[in-house]
Structure formats: C-alpha cells, structure tokens
C-alpha cells in the first residue's frame, strides 16, 4: 500500500512538472528564441534548445523539491501552492536572466510574467486536483496514541490540524501495561504514536512494531535528537555512536562567516530605502527612538546589544520586567504590527552580523533573563548555544513564533547536531517563504509564555 501511495505521489509530481514546463517551451520555442535568433544572438539546433529546457527542469524541480512544491499528500493543499509559487518565481527569475544575458540587454518581461502566471493557474487547479485524488484513494491514517504522564492535549491538538491526514481514534496510558497496549496495536490501526513515555516502555515497543511492520511516530526527547548528531564508527566489529563536544571544522566556520558577510552586505544594500522608510515613519509616529537596543546572549552565552526597530511603544517595559510579546499585545505600535509582520523590525540586525555578533542561520538569540527562566525548569536549554545566535534558524523554518520553548529547543539541537553548509543554505531559502506565513509571526498565547517541559523520564 505505501509504495503504490508512493508511486502515485511521484507520478502526480511529475505530471505537474511537467505541465508547468509546457508553459515554459512554448514560451521559449515561440516567444524568446525567435526574440533572440533576430538579433543574430543565438542559433541553437535540437541540443541547444534541450540544454535550454533541461536548465530550466533542473532549477524547477531543485526549487519545487527545497520549498515543498512536490509533497502532495504531505503538506496541505494551501501551502503546496504557496510552496510552488515561491518555486515558481526563483526559476523564472533566474530564467529572465539567463535570456537578458543571450541578448547582452534587457529581454522583454511580458512574456516571463505570462508564463509565471498561466504556471499559477496551472499548479492551483492541479493541486486542488490531486488533494480530491489524495483524499479519495488514501483515507486518513487510523492512530493508536499511547502516552505517559504528560498531558497529551497539546499533541491531539497538532493532529487535528491535520484530519486529512491521521485520526487519533484511540488513547492509552503506559499505565494500562505493556501486555495490554502490544495486544491492542495489533488491531486494525496504520501506525501507533508514542508521546512521552518512559524509555524502557518505549524501546520495549518500538521492537515489538518493528518486528512486525507497524508503523510509529515518535515524538523524541533530547538525547534522541543529541543521538541524531553523532558519529558512526567501526573501531570493532560492533557499530560505535560517537557524540561529543560541537564544533564547526576550521573549513565550516570559514564559509559560514563568508556568506554572512557575503550576504549581509547584498541586503544592506537592497534594503537600505525600506530602512529609511521605516525609521521615518517610526520616528513620526511618537517622535521616540527609531532603534531598540537590547542585551542578548549569542554563543557560550556572551551577551551582545541586538539591533531592531521599535515596534512596541517607549515605555513597553517601564517596570524592568521583561516579557514575551504575547498573541495582540497592546504594547505593540500601529507601525509596529505591520513591521513585525513583514519581518521589517529585523533588518537592523544585518549590522549585527557584519559585526560578527550573530550569523545569518542559527538559533534566535534570547535575553538573559528569559534564558535563566527557561533554565531553571529546562536545564538542557543551554545546550542552544554552543553555537553563534542566528537572525532565522531551524526553529523559525520549522516551527512557528508561539511553539513551545521545549519544542523549539528540541528544533534548534536538530540544526546543531546535524549542521553542514548547505543545512544553512537550505535554510536562508526557506526563510524567504516563512516571511510570508502569518502564522510564523503570530505572538504566543498567555499560558504558553509560563509553560515549559515536565521532567524528562530517565
């Protein structure tokens, strides 16, 4: 059943591929080519126009791939087309630029931006397409839930976001005996979740589904991630996990501190007139301080001025108390809600990493006195910041403004433990579609800004 989900999954991938190549060729073979061939710039035969179109596949499909245009079934429908469009855009831009450089001039933009958008029309009606085929032939997973001595609403909570895709149609707790849940997973269910039960409990029946073909999700506790990190050596002839101190190759570090600054350099430069924008109309507001200057702590918990525009009113913490901005703070500022929104209020933080205070792909640095909050009910918090503070990170990419601090932890070791130099070009790209998510950008509710992780089961 899960290969042929498989197979059909990729064939409806590449059939959508390949429709929005069509729209390409022909704008290629009747729009551009003859554009340039008068001009006497090119004169390709059969192989030339395929090396045309191949360049053109490769970047769609890298792109599709990267942002998640190809996860059909995977993701929901809305963001597999919000997905596609950023593709979309990538692959056409570089496109339009590849053909201005044929000509040695500007090419015309029309016919680019007729095919960026009969390619949205396109992947809009093909992915409402494949979501009716998905949902029609591959009904939603059947889960058996079995959970410890933590709450398990915020993890039912999760699930129903994605009732296309699995139904919790039964909950136990490790309480009712191993005896008694190994009997019940060999019921009719699609996979079994394991939520936060003890080790022994879980290892005992991770074996037992193992052993028989039945599907689990697990959610992992720290070492798990830490594990995910480590080295895979064969000193004997027994298989050896190595997990030690992180550190960044001298290699690492120096390409990772070459495309901060690489990059931070381009957008100073493009940003520049939004940031005159923003500071003018900042300023005009309440006549207060364009800037907001605040102690964060980066790597090895050194502490650093992080630079944003105001967002929040003068005296947004007049009583010293630090705080989390919360879901429709009142303390935020008209100017400030839209700047927050657009992620405009972070630019500034382009001179931290020229400074070398921050890079552009790390865990978002924290205040201290909200670090030592986190610490006293989730020591393992520390173990963020082995590495330099990050302007977006893993956590951002992957998780949301108001995820827990235990799971955004959980998030930003997965990013230390597994880091390579494409890991951080994977995420810039990524970046750029969360900017445009709401959900990204949303404040945390009131009762998650006090809640942190239970004790871990040893």
């Known amino acids: 059943m899960e290969s042929k989900k498989r197979a059909v999954v990729l064939l409806l991938s590449f059939m959508g591929l390949c ?15 003859p554009y340039l061939a008068q001009f006497g710039k090119v004169n390709f035969y059969m192989w030339g126009h395929c090396l045309t179109v191949g360049i053109y596949f490769v970047l769609l499909f890298f ?93 039912l909570g999760k699930f129903a976001t994605r009732k296309d895709k699995y139904k919790v149609t039964r909950c136990m707790n490790i309480s009712e005996g191993i005896a008694a849940i190994e009997e019940e997973v060999l019921g009719k269910y699609d996979a079994i979740v394991l939520w936060d039960i003890p080790t022994m409990d879980r290892n005992k029946l991770l074996k037992f589904c193992y052993g028989r073909s039945i599907r689990v999700y697990m959610m992992p506790k720290i070492p798990d991630v830490l594990v995910q990190g480590s080295e895979k050596l064969h000193l004997f002839d027994t298989p050896i996990f190595l997990t030690r101190e992180y550190s960044l190759r001298i290699e690492q570090r120096a390409v990772k501190r070459l495309i901060d600054i690489v990059c931070a350099l381009l957008l100073v430069i493009i940003t520049s007139p939004i940031m005159l924008v923003t500071a003018a109309a900042i ?73 070398g205070e921050m890079s552009f792909i790390g865990p978002r640095p924290e205040r201290p006195e909200i670090i030592a909050q986190y610490v006293e009910d989730m020591p393992e918090f520390v173990f963020r910041m082995k590495v330099k503070a990050g302007l977006a990170g893993y956590a951002q990419v992957y998780g949301k403004y108001n995820t827990t601090p235990y799971d955004k932890l959980k998030l930003d070791l997965a990013y230390i433990e597994n880091y390579s130099v494409w890991l951080d070009i994977k995420l810039m790209l990524l970046t750029l579609k969360i900017l445009f998510k709401p959900e990204s950008t949303e404040g945390i509710e009131s009762s998650q800004i006090t809640a942190m992780k239970q004790e871990e089961d040893k």
């Open 283 to 355: 300023k005009l507001y309440d006549r207060g301080p364009v800037l907001y200057k605040q102690v964060r702590c980066t790597k090895n918990q050194k502490e650093f001025y992080i630079m944003k525009f105001r967002s929040m009113r003068v005296d947004a913490e007049k009583d010293g108390v630090a705080r989390l901005a919360a879901k429709n703070d009142s303390r935020i500022t008209p100017v400030g809600k839209f700047i927050r929104a657009v992620r405009i209020d972070e630019l500034p933080q382009l001179f931290n990493i020229l400074k």
């Open 19 to 33: 429709m929005q190549m069509a729209v390409y060729v022909y704008a290629w073979l009747e729009v551009y080519y």
């Open 63 to 155: 792109f599709e791939n990267t942002y998640g245009g190809l996860k059909i079934g995977y993701l929901k429908p809305w963001e597999v087309y919000f997905s596609q469009i950023f593709a979309l855009l990538a692959v056409n831009v570089i496109s339009y630029v590849q053909i201005s450089l044929l000509r040695n001039w500007i090419a015309p933009v029309a016919p680019i931006l007729g095919v960026m958008a009969v390619q949205l029309a396109v992947s809009g009606i093909w992915t409402y397409v494949c979501d009716i085929f998905y949902r029609r032939f591959f009904p939603p997973r059947e889960l058996l839930l079995i959970y410890g001595e933590r709450s398990i609403d915020d993890i």
